[in-house]
């Protein structure tokens, strides 16, 4: 359902995508590593619009979205949950539930209360301003507000950022929920317990290309290629 080509995009003063070949297919999740400042952000900030390519194709369902606005983007049925989580802090959860809601695209599984439902301490905090919630708390409000655009495809960047493992382990649940809906993910991840628990297949950044792409099985099995590519064990 997403099929880029060729992507080259950066900053003025550097190209940092060097040429983005990627596929997902509809459905799927797709764990995305790399080490740090290889590129991952600037790809999702790049699918979504945020950062202007210089050259290549991003297709959405066959529709060309390279260099669209992100509003456009984020019509097309695309949504981030950005790295930091980006909330606003004086509005409550409600009212950011509301407003994802509004701009939403109408169409879809998700609506407050299935999304209340795969995230309940959202509803628990609902009269809570975001500044007041937790690290994790936050970060589902992000996927809340993601989701109730009812998204085709949605773009996570390092959601496990900061979080104490048993949050990270409630961020694979609403994933995973995700997934069961029939929507599809691209999951920017440092944490490989995260990305191997959600994610079907893993594809490496490095130096602004994809350099390794395989079956997270796989990926898992053969310890020398995350030993070579993050420089794990
Ligand atoms: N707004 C910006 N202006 C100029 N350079 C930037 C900007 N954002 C990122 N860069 C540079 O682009 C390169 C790639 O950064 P990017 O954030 O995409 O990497 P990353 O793989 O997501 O890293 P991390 O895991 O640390 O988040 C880095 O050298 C970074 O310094």
Do not use: C
Not at 25 to 45: C, M, P
Not at 185 to 198: P, R
């Amino acid at each position: 359902m997403l099929e880029v080509r060729g992507l080259r995009s950066g900053y003025r003063r550097s190209t940092v995508l060097q040429g983005i070949d990627l596929d997902v297919a509809a459905g799927q999740v797709l764990g995305l590593l790399g080490r740090n400042g290889v590129g991952k952000t600037t790809l999702v900030h790049t699918l979504m619009g945020l950062v202007t390519p210089s050259a290549g194709t991003v297709r959405l369902e066959g529709r060309d979205l390279a260099g669209r606005r992100p509003d456009v983007v984020a019509r097309a049925g695309v949504a981030l949950v950005p790295q930091g989580r980006r909330v606003w802090a004086p509005l409550t959860v409600t009212e950011h539930l509301d407003l994802a809601a509004r701009r939403g695209r109408g169409r879809g599984p998700w609506d407050a209360p299935r999304v209340l439902e795969l995230l309940p301490r959202l509803g628990e905090r609902r009269r809570h301003a975001a500044g007041q919630l937790s690290g994790g708390e936050q970060q589902m409000l992000a996927i809340a507000r993601a989701l109730l655009t009812n998204p085709r495809l949605v773009l996570m960047d390092e959601p496990s950022d900061g979080l104490a493992p048993a949050v990270v382990d409630l961020v694979g649940h609403a994933i995973s929920g995700m997934k069961a809906e029939g929507t599809t993910l691209v999951v920017v991840e440092q944490d490989l317990h995260l990305a191997f628990a959600v994610a079907d297949e893993i594809a490496v950044v490095d130096k602004g290309r994809v350099v390794h792409r395989s079956p997270t099985q796989e990926f898992r099995r053969d310890s020398s290629v995350a030993h070579a590519l993050l420089g794990v064990a």
